[in-house]
């Protein structure tokens, strides 16, 4: 079962496993280059969602990057 977002609010504290799993809910099945899980997204440029593993947890700054991208994508469905 996919989590919630609110898993994002921790950026320390988040599994890779649990990111991956949130990315592909709301952005599809990324494409795999080396370590780096990269998903599209409707938009060019920033925030772009490229994961990479840290041992078992998500790197902080990519959580960051994830929360961002989420919420670009909620409020573009929000004025359509």
């Not at 988040?14 to 990111?19: G, Q």
């Not at 790197?59 to 961002?68: D, F, G, S, W």
């Amino acid at each position: 079962m996919v989590k919630d977002i609110s898993i994002l609010e921790n950026t320390k504290n988040v599994s890779f496993n649990d990111l991956l799993n949130l990315c592909r809910r709301y952005f599809g099945e990324p494409r795999i280059a080396g370590s780096h899980h990269i998903f599209k997204t409707s938009w060019s440029g920033d925030p772009r969602v490229n994961l990479q593993r840290d041992g078992k947890m998500a790197k902080p700054y990519q959580v960051i990057q994830v929360k961002k991208a989420i919420e670009k994508l909620e409020k573009s469905h929000e004025e359509t």
